[in-house]
Nanobody, 126 residues
Framework: QLQLVESGGGLVQPGGSLRLSCAAS????????IGWFRQAPGKEREGVSC????????DYADSVKGRFTISRDNAKNTVYLQMNSLKPEDTAIYYC???????????????????WGQGTQVTVSS
């Protein structure tokens, strides 16, 4: 069964950090662009960051640029999202998604991605 599983979410105070993981099972992530998305209550799902299959192309939404870092370890079949200086407005369910042959350069269309994880809740609150 092909699936992505996110982990690492939780409750953190403003200014704190979390590292999300996106692990694949049933397929290898080597040939896939991985995107991180988030969805806050009452809002549409939005793209946060993406990384190309080689890791050579990376993009961040303006809202997280300078605070979030995406990386991948193909040997572990896992992609990470390091989130620093978290703000209350970062509160959302975070999803990872995988797709092949996609650009990773500023556009995040959910329909481009073939596989999605179930999401992990991130809550930033004092």
């Amino acid at each position: 069964q092909l699936q992505l599983v996110e982990s690492g979410g939780g409750l953190v105070q403003p200014g704190g950090s979390l590292r999300l993981s996106c692990a694949a099972s049933g397929f290898t992530l080597d040939y896939y662009v991985i995107g991180w998305f988030r969805q806050a209550p009452g809002k549409e799902r939005e793209g946060v960051s993406c990384i190309s299959s080689s890791g050579g192309s990376i993009d961040y939404a303006d809202s997280v640029k300078g605070r979030f870092t995406i990386s991948r370890d193909n040997a572990k079949n896992t992609v990470y999202l390091q989130m620093n200086s978290l703000k209350p407005e970062d509160t959302a369910i975070y999803y990872c998604a995988a797709g092949r042959g996609l650009p990773c350069s500023g556009s995040y269309y959910t329909t481009w991605y073939d596989y999605w994880g179930q999401g992990t809740q991130v809550t930033v609150s004092s």
